[in-house]
């Protein structure tokens, strides 16, 4: 059964310290690793996909990358408006077009 | 280009009584599914639809949920004889399913309360 683990649960930062998330995954076969960001009381936001290990993507403050086991999104100087729960789902080769989340890590970045 | 679009965003329904919930996915996307976040809990699928077919529904609890996407007009999610453990945030997604560009994207949701 696919798996998808995110570490830590929470985190609290300061305005401007940079930090990481995990999301560690077990997949029958990767077809690709999702991030989203979800707003209280909204829908999930599409992020990034990363397909392959190595695989590295940009935006903003934001950096997504993938190994064969993990993924890590970086956080660089971050800002309050970065302030939400991030989600990383897996899409398994074997398992259509399903995805699979893990739990979020919620983030709070105090001015 | 107008996103997921679903209604209504809350919807409140004593125990017995039937919940439909709508999703029209973005504009040019033939795949639909729907998704459900438990209070405290992450998403966990549900079912996955084509125009007039279930692809997979193997996240559908096995009774009294329904779901359809008909030729014309939105998907649609029935939930019968609702229990307060349906109470949750339901989120409609949509994609184009071309190779690797199958990205899902989401609807604002709707949240149901039993009472």
């Known amino acids: 059964e696919d798996q998808v683990t995110q570490s830590p649960e929470a985190l609290r930062l300061q305005e401007g310290e940079s930090s990481s998330l995990n999301c560690s995954y077990t997949?029958?076969?990767?077809?690709?690793l999702f991030w989203y960001r979800q707003d209280p009381g909204k829908g999930p936001e599409f992020l990034f996909t990363?397909?392959?290990a190595g695989e590295e993507k940009e935006k903003e403050r934001l950096k997504a990358t993938l190994t064969k086991k993990e993924s890590f999104l970086h956080i660089t100087a971050p800002k309050p408006e970065d302030s939400a729960t991030y989600l990383c789902?897996?899409?398994?080769?074997?398992?259509?077009?399903?995805?699979?989340f893990g739990g979020g890590t919620r983030v709070l970045v105090k001015p | 280009n107008a996103g997921v679009m679903q209604n209504p965003r809350h919807l409140v329904r004593r125990r017995g009584q039937e919940a439909r919930l709508r999703c029209s996915p973005m504009?040019?996307?033939?795949?639909v599914y729907w998704y459900r976040q438990l209070p405290e809990e992450g998403l966990k699928f549900m079912v996955y639809?084509?125009?007039?077919?279930?692809?997979?529904e193997s996240g559908m609890p096995k009774e009294r949920f329904s779901a359809e996407f008909p030729k014309e007009g939105p998907s649609i999610l029935r939930i019968q004889q609702v229990v307060r453990g349906d109470s949750a945030a339901y989120f409609c997604?949509?994609?184009?399913?071309?190779?690797?560009?199958?990205?899902?994207?989401f609807g604002p949701g709707t949240r149901l309360t039993v009472l």
């Open positions: 997604a949509s994609s184009q399913n071309r190779d690797l560009t199958d990205t899902q994207y």
């Open positions: 997949v029958s076969g990767l077809r690709g």
């Open positions: 990363l397909y392959s």
């Open positions: 789902a897996v899409q398994a080769r074997a398992a259509g077009n399903k995805l699979t």
């Open positions: 504009k040019g996307h033939s795949h």
């Open positions: 639809l084509q125009k007039e077919n279930i692809i997979d």
